[in-house]
């Protein structure tokens, strides 16, 4: 098979022809496949469940001395605070427990700058005439949404492979309306790259006009390999205090993926000084998180340790799915040109560049062929992807018989996506 | 013993001097004891600690064919959304089942009032030049902090036996500022007492020139009795229907005290129109709420009927705690007529009014004699009481020994409060 842009007219309508049949048999199976969201499978939470066996002793009620079954602790148990800062190699007097959602701790942290305004604020985000965020691209819908949602005017950052293009963030930085960052550090949605030193580096030291510039740290997939050994990973709050930054980040991350997506525990991370005036409202708010729950996961997991032991059991259900979309990606797509994408091992994504033009089309046939993706434009700053090319696969969920099934539909319909398009 | 009032001037004297020795006698003891908020006990919490049973069997798993430990399901599990229609005797499609705090609901509330706007808003409220909010009082400290601590004004509405002071009420909804009012309709905080029907009909009847004016209506007791049977209540949402106002009321509700504290199940239910509008601003900032731990709620509390007999177990701890203080109370401090309380049969709270002008001193004197309560002036907004006058007690915390002493401590430094002032 040669690539399609090497063929000529009579070629290219004779493919044409072939994949389109193929399309149309895949069609008539009428199936039902979701590679859409980065779920994780039944298998996996089988693989946990056990933790429900949890909690029925008394002593199991009690941790430090505290009922965790009644109101109190703000900021989370003692237990689980250390817990959290061993895996991200923090300090538990940086680390906040909240409950089962990360994406909440995040959007409570932009609402609370836009209501009140952070520590360094010289008034609350709503009364500014403008805030302006940036958002390295392709990135995450969620993320993107919540700072929209507020208003605000999304910038978009190009992804390289060391993270986001560092230059094009330090020149935007010198715009005082320019209040924030998005970053998934550690395997990045969907790209699944992880950040360079050096671009840590540059970020920690950015020297932004705005006094309450935040750095947004999504460590949603800081122990999530799949394939290969734990990498360790440096620690953000340590690295911007030590750029004289100290109070410049909010990490978050939580065991979604670790344990429940549903019903798993979160966190955020901060300067101890950030975290005393995030408490101050947040105690407006809540007068505690599930802290049952939070216990729950501090007799489940334990520790970083045993929690990456339990990572290499998620690692061998989800490594044979990605090796199938990239192997199918490489047998059936890799010989045409007509896409290329990334090759993770982490996280819960592979990102795939389809021939410009095409991504939205591609994904339109997918979804009548009953294979349900992330929409096109979903992983650019207001939907839209200006290329329109990046697709976003998420093999997490489905079994990988299933997954063998979708993968196949999603290369016809790159494949007659790229023939209409070359052929029009 | 005659009353305070009547005595003359050495009668009093010699009062004082023997309450003062009563007081250092009970100092000296070196108490620490808690009546400050509404904590259940160690044996409420033992009572249903049973409930870390459930969740064990695979088919427990799955409510409705939904896999409770994935994401998904914004609203809530269709089986808590029904349970907690059942025990609102609302619709499911009007209940919006969240995490472990209705606090947080209430918040998210108002914060997104201030943030989008509500419904009906003709812009969010941080666009208002100003806003107001009408706070029924004695009434929840935490309550009037929400709206305080978004700037709004707060304006202080008496309650009366059967509820806020509805033509304060109706004669403050004429101005268009005037954006909502805090209502604890059923056993109230601190009163106890119960909204009267022609209060609730005024409430749900109510013109106000804002059109977004919202009831919030926490509903935190609605099955909370400790004494006599369970007292039918009318659904809020039926009745402002009725009125034509279905969408100016908010209600909410959780399992707080029916199942722990930290760790149950909060609602809130509203019109259908105004949970689709809620739920578009909700799925901005989490995907889903924890179902694991509202399946094991619909497992373990099953409908009203059932829950009706857990809460009769509830009553059994609470009610010989109730009838502790208020036998004291009528024992020790009727007698001297120098303060009033409430009687009620459910909730949390009873409400005491000492002598004007020394409550702030019998609590300072509760304080240094070891024993914790409810700050001053703290069921008043803005913390401040401007009789000087009510005090909340909270007796559900200490086993009936603890709360004996408490109480009897309590009782003396109302005394010598009073006696100072009347002496002074």
Known sequence: MSAYTEMNQEALQSEYARVSREYAELKARGLKLNMARGKP???????????????QKPEDYVSDGIDVRNYGELAGL?????????????????????????????????????????LRSPRPWCREEKVKWLCPAPGYDRHFKVTESFGFELITIAMTPDGPDMDAVEAAVADPAVKGIWCVPKYSNPDGIIYSQETIRRLAALKPAAPDFTIMWDNAYCIHEFEGEYVEFPDMLAVCAQAGNPDMVFEFASTSKVTLPGAGVSCFACSEENLAYMEKLLGVQIISFDKV???????????????????????????????????ALDREIAPLGIANWSRPKGGYFISLNAMTGTAKRALELCK??????????????????PADSNIRIAPSLPPVEELEQAIAVLCVCLKLAALEKLLA
């Open 41 to 55: 499978s039944k298998q996996q939470l089988d693989l946990v469940s056990d933790m429900f066996d949890l909690m």
């Open 368 to 385: 009548e062929a009953g294979v349900t993706m992330t929409g096109d434009g979903a992983t650019f700053p207001y939907g839209k992807d």
């Open 293 to 327: 729950n939070q216990q729950r996961h501090v007799l489940y997991l334990k520790d970083k340790a045993h929690t990456l032991e339990l990572m290499k059991k998620h690692a061998a259900i989800l490594g044979p799915k990605f090796r199938c979309v990239v192997d």
């Open 78 to 118: 003692p237990a689980a605070r250390r817990m959290f800062a061993d895996i991200l190699g923090c300090r538990p007097e940086q680390v906040f427990v909240g409950g089962n959602a990360s994406l909440q701790l995040m959007y409570d942290t932009i609402s609370k700058a836009y209501t009140h305004g952070l």
